[in-house]
């Protein structure tokens, strides 16, 4: 499947010279430079940031380009000023495809020191500054937010070909829903949840207990604050799920809430899945309230990518963890 990738961010922070490497390291790609789509228009030309500007026209010609290309299987990098609406649009348009968003940022001693070294009448000064914390005003999901100070353009383009935080999902594709919401699936998640962490070697009779045991316990818990599941799922298909238990550890009784369950299903592995499923549910906690959630695993600097932070190692040779949210 063909690739977009939709960069944006403030004056000076690198927007065309990180696009143009991106689109450099595919082997069938196009860099579609939306400053240069919008200057297209000669007669009757109005500047984007003046209320007669042709905006409108712009976004469908590029959002039709971007289509064509990646019917034919071209990666598209795409570069503009992209405000939630316009996201929201491409999401709407091009669902169906790959997507990942970058909002491109450095500070500003960085933001500074690159003004400082392009000609002197092309220079924005503290006018860079200005659009650098507007940017930051706009409200956009922090995951797709990325800082790439201190980088080279080499290192900055790795971290976006490479970090799932950037996925998108278009309305055409997965969406996240509380399980509260989507009640049919408690019995196939308790399913998944006795395969996955319950004891093996049972009895068909004693998986079936487990099972029962399960779902009464998803469904017991559905109103508790401290409990929570949500599923990722493709049309009515689940992808995924993942909760916040009261607790989850016997030998820390005392700690609480907890981030627990992480489950993509086996066909659905390896395409950033986890990383939404992540997102929703440290999105879920913050707005419970919560300060801070926290989890266990054997698994070794897996969930340090989503912003774990070691804290010690427990008994059964797990390791416990914490994140801010």
Not at 179 to 198: D, N, Q, S
Not at 295 to 315: R, T
Request: charge should be negative; charged fraction near 35%; aromatic fraction near 12%.
């Amino acid at each position: 499947m063909a690739k977009l990738y939709v960069i944006t961010g403030p004056a000076g922070v690198g927007k065309s010279t990180v696009s143009k490497k991106l689109a450099e390291k595919s082997s069938k790609s196009v860099l579609i430079e939306g400053d240069e789509i919008y200057h297209q228009v000669v007669g009757g030309y109005v500047a984007a940031w003046k209320d007669e500007n042709h905006l409108d026209v712009f976004w469908k010609v590029c959002i039709d380009m971007i289509r064509t290309y990646l019917e034919n299987g071209y990666d598209v990098v795409f570069n503009y000023i992209v405000s939630l609406d316009n996201l929201e649009d491409i999401k709407r348009n091009l669902g169906d495809s790959e997507i990942k968003f970058v909002v491109l940022m450095v500070d500003e001693d960085t933001l500074l020191s690159r003004d400082a070294l392009r000609d002197e009448d092309c220079q924005m000064k503290e006018r860079c500054v200005v659009l650098l914390n507007s940017f930051r005003s706009k409200g956009f999901d922090e995951r797709f937010v990325f800082d790439s100070s201190g980088l080279s353009v080499d290192e900055t383009v790795d971290v976006i070909e490479n970090d799932e935080r950037f996925l998108v999902w278009g309305d055409n594709m997965l969406k996240i829903f509380n399980l509260v919401e989507r009640p049919e699936f408690i019995e196939e998640i308790a399913i998944l949840t006795r395969k996955e962490w319950g004891p093996k070697n049972l009895s068909e009779d004693e998986f079936q207990e487990q099972v029962r045991r399960a779902v009464s316990r998803i469904t017991d818990n559905l109103d508790n604050p401290y409990y929570c599941k949500l599923v990722l799922l493709d049309d009515d298909k689940l992808v995924g799920f993942i909760s916040i238990f009261e607790n989850d550890c016997d030998e820390k009784p005392d700690l609480k809430p907890w981030y627990a369950t992480m489950y993509v299903k086996s066909e659905y592995r390896g395409n950033g899945y986890s990383r939404i499923l992540n997102d929703a549910i440290l999105a879920e906690a913050k707005k419970r309230g919560f300060e801070k959630i926290y989890l266990k695993s054997d698994l070794v600097n897996y969930y340090e990518k989503f912003g774990a932070k070691y804290l010690e190692d427990l008994s059964d040779g797990e390791k416990l963890y914490y994140m801010d949210l």
